[in-house]
């Protein structure tokens, strides 16, 4: 209650207000009669404060200044003294003090009683303490015979509707999900955000925003909750509201609902992660302990829903650095959006999901490399991997060849999304025990020119990618066709060789790009390696 409703009911009808329009606006929330001065220790905000002008008796001046500075300090309502029958006048200087300090200064009749101001002021605020208590208990009463049913998300919010009586809205931004029922503001703008002081009968923190849409006209108000909570990192629960005053009755009901979404949003994560766990699984038994058994394997595919077509294609991915796991959800919400049958494989190492496919219509490496640009872009260093197309009968080849070109691409670096293909020749030393065979195929010469004279190295590995064209290569490294010339010239007595003999030069490109290829991949581990910048 404020201070100017309180002061026009008819028990207080013959008080008087000696500070003008000072505090009319402060709000009321109970009453204590003044026996010690030491208010710091049992007043508190928003409190009236009831005394006879024999409390300030005998005080010094910087006694009194101290009272008022305390008042002030504490938020106390207003000053109230009640007359007495040797008191007539209120001093100028209480008067100026409380001018001075902002405290509103109430002046009552001797023969209005402690017990009637007390009443005067607990009266209403008992009743309105009622009323929210009654509010409450009927949403409560509400809830429960709703949560009887195991309602949906939806259920919640279209009851919430019903109870507060304006548009609202949930939002989970991480799932991409907004549940919204009435006429809430669309594409609209925060000019402004306030954060509410908590009450009584609220524990969460709430915004007060100000909203502005260029499709719904002027701005509004709009009451915004962050709902913490295992499911959706980023829930919000918006109220669009017609004023900006929130009233008691109102944040009951949010509050009431704010525990049902809670309570619901922890159910689905838990149901979320059973799913997880039952189709990890199954993905295991599938990919990496494939039963020899068709007849077995059959029945796994049909329990996961992966048994409609012919034939499987499995996109992987490394999850071993901190950065990449942080992408981790990203990059598996965007290779669902593919929309096709799929099943996902999490490994502490890797993730990996697996397509089913209506037809021979494999994923293609163009397709990855869009799909997953935003991710590419946040971070360079992570590779997808595309398996080649199989049928049911050599699905226990995807998951070896996927962590195969994975491995290898670690230590000879072809691209952030590569395939079989990409690899070419270097697809018969893909396995794990047979990468160390490809040093043997580097001459000795050609390591020791790559570590002794950069230059002349890259020259040569230029001029292998030009299609060992002189001008091109020149054009490439921007240098004059003589200079290439030059040192190819000294690469053939260095390496020993005759670039015009094709055996040779075969020989030694293939040692060239292996060269290369763990030179890039090196460069891109040291880069994992360094602490991001802030």
């Known amino acids: 209650m404020k201070l100017e409703e309180l002061l026009s009911l008819s028990q207080l ?147 919430f509707y019903h109870l507060i009586g304006t548009p609202c809205s949930l939002k989970m931004i991480d799932h991409q999900v907004e549940i919204a029922f009435g006429e809430t503001p669309k594409d609209n703008v925060v000019l402004g955000r306030k954060n509410l002081s908590s009450g009584e009968f609220t524990k969460n923190d709430y915004n007060l925003l100000t909203l502005f849409s260029q499709q719904n006209g002027p701005s509004q108000s709009a009451l915004e909750v962050n709902l913490f909570n295992p499911y959706s990192s980023h829930c919000l629960l918006l109220v669009y509201l017609n004023q900006t005053e929130v009233k008691e009755t109102d944040l009951v009901i949010i509050e009431n609902t704010i525990d049902v979404l809670q309570e619901r949003l922890n159910t689905e994560y838990l149901l979320k992660k059973e799913r997880y766990e039952r189709l990890n699984n199954l993905a295991d038994a599938i990919l990496q302990n494939t039963p020899k058994n068709l007849d077995e394997l059959e029945s796994l595919l049909q329990e996961a829903h992966m048994n409609q077509h012919a034939y499987y294609q499995a996109v992987a991915f490394s999850t071993k650095t901190p950065a990449s796991k942080l992408l981790k959800d990203k990059a598996i919400n965007l290779l669902k959006s593919l929309k096709t049958d799929s099943i996902f494989f999490d490994h502490h190492n890797y993730s990996l999901i697996l397509f089913n496919f209506s037809q021979n219509k494999s994923i293609s490496k163009l397709q990855m490399k869009h799909l997953l640009t935003e991710v590419l872009e946040s971070n360079p260093t992570m590779t997808f991997v595309i398996s080649s197309l199989k049928q049911r009968d050599d699905l226990k080849e995807i998951l070896m060849e996927c962590l195969d070109i994975l491995r290898f691409n670690e230590e000879f670096y072809q691209d952030n999304v590569v395939e079989l293909a990409d690899i070419g020749i270097f697809r018969h030393f893909i396995r794990s025990e047979q990468v160390q065979a490809l040093n043997d195929l580097v001459p000795a010469k050609l390591l020791n020119l790559s570590q002794t004279n950069f230059d002349l190295f890259e020259t040569f590995y230029q001029f292998l990618r030009n299609n060992r064209n002189y001008k091109q290569t020149s054009e490439a490294m921007f240098l004059h066709s003589k200079t290439i010339r030059y040192r190819l010239n000294k690469v053939e007595k260095i390496l020993a060789i005759d670039l015009a003999d094709p055996l040779q030069v075969m020989n030694h490109e293939i040692g060239t790009y292996i060269i290369k290829m763990r030179r890039t991949a090196l460069e891109k581990n040291n880069d994992i390696s360094k602490p991001s910048e802030l």
């Open 13 to 159: 009808e013959t008080s008087k207000i000696l500070t003008k329009e000072i505090g009319l606006e402060n709000e009321v929330e109970s009453a204590m009669v003044l026996e010690a001065l030491d208010i710091e220790h049992w007043s508190k905000k928003n409190q009236l404060i009831l005394t006879s002008f024999y409390a300030f008796d005998g005080l010094t001046e910087v006694d009194l200044e101290e009272f008022f500075h305390k008042m002030q300090q504490i938020g106390v309502s207003g000053l109230v003294i009640k007359m007495e029958r040797l008191i007539k006048i209120i001093p100028d200087w209480v008067i100026e003090l409380s001018f001075k300090y902002q405290i509103p200064l109430i002046k009552i009749a001797q023969d209005v009683s402690y017990e009637k101001i007390l009443l005067a002021i607990y009266e209403p605020l008992l009743n309105h303490q009622t009323h929210i208590l009654r509010a409450y208990y009927d949403v409560r009463q509400r809830f429960t015979r709703l949560e009887r049913q195991h309602p949906s998300l939806k259920k919640i919010m279209e009851e």
